[in-house]
Protein backbone atom coordinates (compact mmCIF):
# COMPACT_ATOMS: atom_id res chain seq x y z
CA UNK A 1 0.00 0.00 0.00
CA UNK A 2 1.16 3.61 -0.86
CA UNK A 3 2.65 5.51 2.29
CA UNK A 4 2.41 8.65 0.56
CA UNK A 5 -0.59 11.26 0.41
CA UNK A 6 -0.93 13.49 -2.12
CA UNK A 7 -4.07 15.47 -4.55
CA UNK A 8 -5.90 13.83 -6.89
CA UNK A 9 -5.71 16.67 -9.07
CA UNK A 10 -4.63 20.05 -9.80
CA UNK A 11 -5.28 22.76 -12.38
CA UNK A 12 -2.76 25.31 -13.84
CA UNK A 13 -2.57 27.78 -16.88
CA UNK A 14 0.29 27.76 -18.79
CA UNK A 15 3.06 30.10 -17.34
CA UNK A 16 2.19 29.40 -13.84
CA UNK A 17 4.22 27.80 -11.45
CA UNK A 18 2.90 24.70 -9.87
CA UNK A 19 3.39 23.10 -6.93
CA UNK A 20 2.46 19.54 -5.57
CA UNK A 21 2.62 18.64 -2.01
CA UNK A 22 2.89 14.77 -1.17
CA UNK A 23 2.66 13.65 2.76
CA UNK A 24 5.55 11.17 4.05
CA UNK A 25 4.20 10.66 7.94
CA UNK A 26 6.08 7.53 7.87
CA UNK A 27 9.02 7.98 5.79
CA UNK A 28 12.11 5.87 7.12
CA UNK A 29 15.47 7.59 8.33
CA UNK A 30 17.06 5.74 5.06
CA UNK A 31 14.52 6.10 2.35
CA UNK A 32 15.07 8.87 -0.18
CA UNK A 33 11.83 10.75 -1.95
CA UNK A 34 11.36 10.62 -5.67
CA UNK A 35 8.88 11.89 -7.95
CA UNK A 36 7.67 10.55 -11.23
CA UNK A 37 5.74 12.11 -13.89
CA UNK A 38 3.87 9.97 -16.53
CA UNK A 39 2.15 10.74 -19.73
CA UNK A 40 -0.88 8.81 -21.13
CA UNK A 41 0.02 5.57 -22.98
CA UNK A 42 3.41 5.76 -21.43
CA UNK A 43 5.21 4.29 -18.63
CA UNK A 44 6.44 6.09 -15.62
CA UNK A 45 9.56 8.37 -15.63
CA UNK A 46 11.91 9.95 -13.54
CA UNK A 47 12.31 13.32 -12.85
CA UNK A 48 13.74 14.08 -9.20
CA UNK A 49 15.07 12.53 -6.02
CA UNK A 50 16.22 14.33 -2.60
CA UNK A 51 16.82 13.69 0.77
CA UNK A 52 16.71 16.86 2.55
CA UNK A 53 16.63 20.76 1.50
CA UNK A 54 16.21 21.42 -1.78
CA UNK A 55 17.05 19.60 -5.13
CA UNK A 56 17.02 21.45 -8.62
CA UNK A 57 17.49 20.03 -11.94
CA UNK A 58 16.50 21.11 -15.32
CA UNK A 59 13.20 20.24 -14.94
CA UNK A 60 11.73 20.74 -11.51
CA UNK A 61 12.51 21.63 -7.89
CA UNK A 62 12.32 19.92 -4.67
CA UNK A 63 11.78 20.91 -1.63
CA UNK A 64 12.04 18.80 1.28
CA UNK A 65 11.68 20.25 5.12
CA UNK A 66 14.24 19.34 7.91
CA UNK A 67 11.03 17.10 9.70
CA UNK A 68 10.86 15.47 6.27
CA UNK A 69 7.45 14.75 6.76
CA UNK A 70 6.58 16.32 3.15
CA UNK A 71 7.66 17.47 -0.13
CA UNK A 72 7.28 19.66 -2.43
CA UNK A 73 7.52 19.49 -6.60
CA UNK A 74 7.40 22.84 -8.10
CA UNK A 75 7.29 23.22 -11.69
CA UNK A 76 8.18 26.94 -12.99
CA UNK A 77 5.90 28.08 -16.13
CA UNK A 78 4.47 25.21 -16.97
CA UNK A 79 2.99 24.60 -20.20
CA UNK A 80 0.46 22.15 -21.79
CA UNK A 81 3.15 19.36 -22.52
CA UNK A 82 3.22 19.07 -18.48
CA UNK A 83 -0.02 17.88 -18.10
CA UNK A 84 0.51 14.40 -16.71
CA UNK A 85 -0.12 12.42 -13.59
CA UNK A 86 2.99 12.79 -11.00
CA UNK A 87 3.49 10.55 -8.27
CA UNK A 88 5.66 10.65 -5.24
CA UNK A 89 7.00 7.75 -3.30
CA UNK A 90 9.83 6.98 -0.81
CA UNK A 91 12.72 4.73 -1.81
CA UNK A 92 15.86 3.38 -0.67
CA UNK A 93 14.74 1.86 3.03
CA UNK A 94 11.60 0.04 2.20
CA UNK A 95 12.54 -1.64 -0.77
CA UNK A 96 9.25 -2.19 -2.77
CA UNK A 97 8.79 0.76 -4.46
CA UNK A 98 4.98 1.93 -3.94
CA UNK A 99 3.55 4.91 -6.21
CA UNK A 100 0.03 5.00 -4.79
CA UNK A 101 -2.84 6.84 -7.15
CA UNK A 102 -0.74 10.44 -8.25
CA UNK A 103 -1.79 13.69 -8.86
CA UNK A 104 -3.25 14.49 -12.06
CA UNK A 105 -2.09 18.05 -13.32
CA UNK A 106 -3.82 19.64 -16.01
CA UNK A 107 -2.39 22.78 -17.78
CA UNK A 108 -5.11 25.16 -19.54
CA UNK A 109 -3.80 27.46 -22.19
CA UNK B 1 20.30 4.84 -24.29
CA UNK B 2 18.37 3.12 -22.02
CA UNK B 3 15.56 0.46 -22.77
CA UNK B 4 12.59 -1.82 -21.55
CA UNK B 5 10.83 -3.43 -23.89
CA UNK B 6 7.45 -5.19 -23.82
CA UNK B 7 6.38 -7.57 -26.33
CA UNK B 8 3.06 -6.24 -27.10
CA UNK B 9 1.56 -2.73 -26.86
CA UNK B 10 -2.15 -4.17 -27.12
CA UNK B 11 -3.56 -7.94 -26.46
CA UNK B 12 -6.74 -9.50 -26.37
CA UNK B 13 -7.74 -13.13 -24.40
CA UNK B 14 -9.82 -15.19 -23.51
CA UNK B 15 -10.90 -15.91 -19.86
CA UNK B 16 -9.01 -19.18 -18.97
CA UNK B 17 -6.01 -18.47 -21.44
CA UNK B 18 -2.74 -18.99 -20.31
CA UNK B 19 -1.12 -15.67 -21.07
CA UNK B 20 2.29 -14.54 -21.34
CA UNK B 21 3.94 -10.95 -21.18
CA UNK B 22 7.56 -10.38 -21.60
CA UNK B 23 9.96 -7.54 -20.65
CA UNK B 24 13.14 -7.57 -21.65
CA UNK B 25 15.54 -4.63 -20.72
CA UNK B 26 19.40 -3.79 -22.46
CA UNK B 27 20.82 -2.29 -19.42
CA UNK B 28 22.43 -5.16 -16.94
CA UNK B 29 20.06 -4.33 -14.64
CA UNK B 30 19.56 -6.30 -11.52
CA UNK B 31 16.18 -5.10 -10.49
CA UNK B 32 13.31 -5.87 -12.33
CA UNK B 33 9.23 -5.25 -11.61
CA UNK B 34 5.95 -5.82 -12.96
CA UNK B 35 2.73 -3.32 -12.54
CA UNK B 36 -0.42 -3.08 -13.20
CA UNK B 37 -2.38 0.16 -13.67
CA UNK B 38 -6.14 0.63 -13.63
CA UNK B 39 -7.86 4.09 -13.19
CA UNK B 40 -7.89 6.07 -10.35
CA UNK B 41 -5.75 3.01 -8.24
CA UNK B 42 -2.34 4.53 -10.06
CA UNK B 43 0.03 1.49 -10.19
CA UNK B 44 0.39 -1.45 -8.22
CA UNK B 45 3.21 -3.81 -7.53
CA UNK B 46 2.59 -7.33 -8.66
CA UNK B 47 5.81 -8.85 -8.91
CA UNK B 48 9.79 -8.29 -8.96
CA UNK B 49 12.83 -9.71 -8.93
CA UNK B 50 15.67 -8.73 -7.91
CA UNK B 51 18.21 -11.36 -8.75
CA UNK B 52 18.02 -13.91 -12.12
CA UNK B 53 16.09 -16.89 -10.64
CA UNK B 54 14.84 -14.82 -7.48
CA UNK B 55 11.31 -13.18 -6.98
CA UNK B 56 9.17 -11.35 -4.09
CA UNK B 57 5.56 -10.93 -4.32
CA UNK B 58 4.04 -7.34 -4.05
CA UNK B 59 0.92 -6.49 -3.57
CA UNK B 60 -1.30 -7.68 -5.96
CA UNK B 61 0.63 -11.02 -6.63
CA UNK B 62 -2.73 -13.01 -6.64
CA UNK B 63 -3.40 -14.63 -9.86
CA UNK B 64 -0.13 -14.05 -11.06
CA UNK B 65 3.29 -15.46 -11.87
CA UNK B 66 6.45 -14.81 -12.69
CA UNK B 67 9.85 -16.19 -14.31
CA UNK B 68 13.20 -14.13 -14.72
CA UNK B 69 15.75 -17.07 -16.63
CA UNK B 70 17.66 -14.56 -17.73
CA UNK B 71 19.40 -11.19 -15.89
CA UNK B 72 17.46 -9.05 -18.87
CA UNK B 73 14.12 -10.56 -19.03
CA UNK B 74 11.33 -11.05 -16.57
CA UNK B 75 8.03 -12.64 -17.56
CA UNK B 76 4.43 -12.42 -16.14
CA UNK B 77 2.33 -14.97 -16.61
CA UNK B 78 -1.88 -15.39 -16.50
CA UNK B 79 -2.43 -19.16 -15.60
CA UNK B 80 -5.76 -18.44 -16.14
CA UNK B 81 -6.78 -15.20 -17.09
CA UNK B 82 -9.99 -13.38 -16.27
CA UNK B 83 -12.03 -10.33 -17.20
CA UNK B 84 -10.41 -8.48 -13.76
CA UNK B 85 -7.19 -9.09 -15.20
CA UNK B 86 -8.20 -6.58 -18.32
CA UNK B 87 -5.63 -3.71 -17.82
CA UNK B 88 -2.39 -1.74 -18.44
CA UNK B 89 0.65 -3.78 -17.11
CA UNK B 90 3.87 -1.88 -16.79
CA UNK B 91 7.27 -3.87 -16.57
CA UNK B 92 10.36 -1.58 -15.02
CA UNK B 93 13.75 -2.29 -14.25
CA UNK B 94 16.50 -0.46 -11.96
CA UNK B 95 20.43 -0.93 -11.42
CA UNK B 96 19.90 -2.14 -8.29
CA UNK B 97 18.22 -2.53 -4.77
CA UNK B 98 17.46 1.06 -2.83
CA UNK B 99 17.02 4.25 -4.27
CA UNK B 100 18.15 3.76 -7.88
CA UNK B 101 15.82 5.12 -10.11
CA UNK B 102 13.31 2.68 -12.55
CA UNK B 103 12.87 2.91 -16.36
CA UNK B 104 9.62 1.73 -17.67
CA UNK B 105 8.37 0.15 -21.00
CA UNK B 106 5.87 1.70 -22.78
CA UNK B 107 3.19 -0.71 -21.06
CA UNK B 108 1.09 -3.58 -22.22
CA UNK B 109 -2.92 -2.98 -22.57
CA UNK B 110 -4.19 -6.36 -21.76
CA UNK B 111 -7.97 -7.34 -22.38
CA UNK B 112 -9.42 -10.35 -21.35
CA UNK B 113 -13.37 -11.36 -22.85
Known amino acids: LAKTTQPISMDSYEGQEVNITCSHN???????ITWYQQFPSQGPRFIIQ???TKVTNEVASLFIPADRKSSTLSLPRVSLSDTAVYYCLESGGSYIPTFGRGTSLIVHP | DVKVTQSSRYLVKRTGEKVFLECVQD?????MFWYRQDPGLGLRLIYFSYDVKMKEKGDIPEGYSVSREKKERFSLILESASTNQTSMYLC????????????FGPGTRLTVT
Open chain 2, 92 to 103: ASSLARGLYEQY
Open chain 2, 27 to 31: MDHEN
Open chain 1, 50 to 52: GYK
Open chain 1, 26 to 32: NIATNDY
